[in-house]
């Protein structure tokens, strides 16, 4: 077993600076993920989702300062069809999101 999604929870919202941010990216209610740190268990695409946000979250800090990586999931990317990383992380589509990270990474263009 991995790390409980509780503590990864936790990271994210350390990651991302508050509960409500957290929300707003894994496209749930500020009092699902307050719940969620106390005494609820996710569902599977809630745990699929704070999973992805994890990783997509691991995969930014390799290559980007925490500011830039947080600017990043908020702007508008080319790779993306012009769409923000965190619009499509709230709507469960983090493939698409690690797609566009890989790109970024080896430099490839839009």
Do not use: C
Not at 8 to 14: D, N
């Amino acid at each position: 077993m991995g790390v409980p999604v509780r503590e990864k929870l936790r990271a994210v919202a350390r990651d991302l600076g508050s509960q409500a941010e957290t929300a707003r990216t894994l496209g749930v209610s500020p009092s699902r993920v307050s719940r969620w740190l106390r005494t609820e268990e996710p569902d599977r695409a809630g745990r699929r989702r704070v999973d992805g946000l994890e990783f997509v979250l691991a995969r930014l800090g390799d290559l980007y300062e925490r500011e830039t990586a947080l600017k990043w999931l908020q702007g508008l990317n080319a790779h993306l069809g012009h769409r923000r990383p965190a619009d499509l992380i709230a709507a469960g589509r983090i493939a698409e999101v690690l797609r566009a990270i890989e790109a970024e990474d080896t430099g490839a263009y839009a």
